[in-house]
């Protein structure tokens, strides 16, 4: 069964950092791009940050480039999102999801989630 | 970026019912549609994905279709675990985007 962990989250100032974690087992992670979305409190989701299986793509939303960094460490069965000069309106539930992969390609849908980690934001 | 609009953002429904929910795309985006399901509390699960094709373990209530800039999900009978939130998100053109939501309430 595939099962993904966040970690992480907390109660950070506007300006700080905060690194979260995703822990995945029950599948060959190193196969499968991995992303992070989010979903601020009582609003809908919003996808953050996408890593192929072997880390050579990646992709940002406008609104965190330059700010967070995802990256993956396939030996450690683990994804990362390491986030910095946090803002207000970067508090979320941050969910890591697994692509939908079929006949050998990987898209862009989301087929496992884990069950969020919560940031905060506020001074 | 690709707006997605969903249409109505909230639905009063019955058991039994027939359910149809409409997303809409700003610009062509093929059948690189997919749709979940949320409940308050849990993460999104996943049903559809390329605008038709269903997602193993989903019951066959659930279908979907269309392509380029409209789309649909239909519940062709509510059950009483529907009741949820639903998303569609498309993932054609970077930024990958969802859309706001429709709450399917019991009338």
């Known amino acids: 069964e595939v099962h993904l962990v966040e970690s992480g989250g907390g109660l950070v100032q506007p300006g700080g950092s905060l690194r979260l974690s995703c822990a995945a087992s029950?599948?060959?992670?190193?196969?499968?791009?991995m992303s992070w979305v989010r979903q601020a409190p009582g609003k809908g989701l919003e996808w953050v940050s996408y890593i192929s299986s072997s880390s050579s793509t990646i992709y940002y939303v406008a609104s965190v480039e330059g700010r967070f960094t995802i990256s993956r460490d396939n030996a450690k069965n683990s994804l990362y999102l390491q986030m910095n000069s946090l803002r207000d309106e970067d508090t979320a539930v941050y969910y890591c999801?697994?692509?939908?992969?079929?006949?050998?390609?990987?898209?862009?849908?989301?087929?496992?989630w884990g069950q969020g980690t919560l940031v905060t934001v506020s001074s | 970026d690709v707006q997605m609009t969903q249409s109505p953002s909230t639905l009063s429904a019955s058991v039994g019912d027939r359910v149809t929910i409409t997303c809409r795309a700003s610009q062509s985006i093929s059948s690189w549609l997919a749709w979940y399901q949320q409940k308050p509390g849990k993460a999104p699960k996943f049903l559809i994905y390329?605008?038709?094709s269903l997602h193993s373990g989903v019951p066959s209530r659930f279908s979907g279709s269309g392509s380029g800039t409209e789309f649909t999900l239909t519940i062709s009978s509510l059950q009483p675990d529907d009741f949820a939130t639903y998303y569609c998100?498309?993932?054609?053109?970077?930024?990958?985007?969802f859309g706001q939501g429709t709450k399917v309430e019991i009338k």
């Open positions: 029950g599948f060959t992670f190193s196969t499968y791009s």
């Open positions: 390329k605008a038709s």
């Open positions: 999801a697994r692509a939908y992969c079929g006949g050998g390609s990987c898209y862009g849908s989301f087929d496992s």
């Open positions: 998100q498309q993932y054609n053109i970077y930024p990958w985007t």
